[in-house]
């Protein structure tokens, strides 16, 4: 992973590709209250995130880990448990 | 993954993780900023701003083959997501001839479905398998 120059700007990240399209077809068809869920056997929605990894801040994009098996783990905050 | 910013994920690995781990976390540690890829992934909690206990196991050709959530106050199991992992894998190695039932474990039976294994599971799995 490259290293990532950070300036006083706090990075972030996001969905990458169709996310556009598909919230057009999501106001059009399904009602606003209904969440969205993943589902088990279909591709995992392709992101960038900012990280923080061994001393450095880098980006992360979920398609550059194709061909590996890969755990992605959600949490409530930094200094809660995980 | 979390709402947190990446300088904030360095002060906690900093000044708390690493002294539960040694050398700090070794994977990366992903800043979520209002919850883009959260939402994305249907565990983002709006209404409180932050990220449910969401796990996903994504298979290398980025297939979510599992996921589990839970709210916030109650913590995860890491045993059983390995051992998910690792039955997943076994799978995915046979190709789909085999699969492993309720309580598989590495080392334990895998049953190989087919025209011959119905109505015959009974035979080879007890219920008592199901648990530790």
Known sequence: MEEEKVGCARPTGGPVGESSEKQVVKEETISKEVPKMIKVGQKA??????????????QVKLSDH????????????DFTFV | ?????????????????????????????????????????????ENAGVETRGRFIIDPDGVVQGFEVLTPPVGRNVSESLRQIQAFQLVRKSKGSEATPSGWRPGKMTLKPGPDLVGKVWEVWKTDMAFD
Do not use: N, R
């Not at chain 1, 194709?66 to 905050?77: A, D, M, N, Q, R």
């Not at chain 2, 690493?18 to 990366?28: A, C, D, E, H, L």
């Open chain 1, 45 to 58: 929605p392709d992101f960038v995130a900012p990280a923080y990894h061994k001393g450095k801040f880098t």
């Open chain 2, 1 to 45: 993954m979390s709402v947190d910013s990446q300088f904030v994920h360095k002060m906690w690995d900093d000044h708390e993780l690493s002294k539960m781990v040694s050398g700090g976390i070794p994977f990366p540690m992903l800043s979520d900023a209002g919850g883009k890829v959260g939402t994305v992934y249907g565990i983002y909690d």
């Open chain 1, 66 to 77: 194709l061909g590996k098996w890969v755990v992605l783990c959600f949490y409530p905050g």
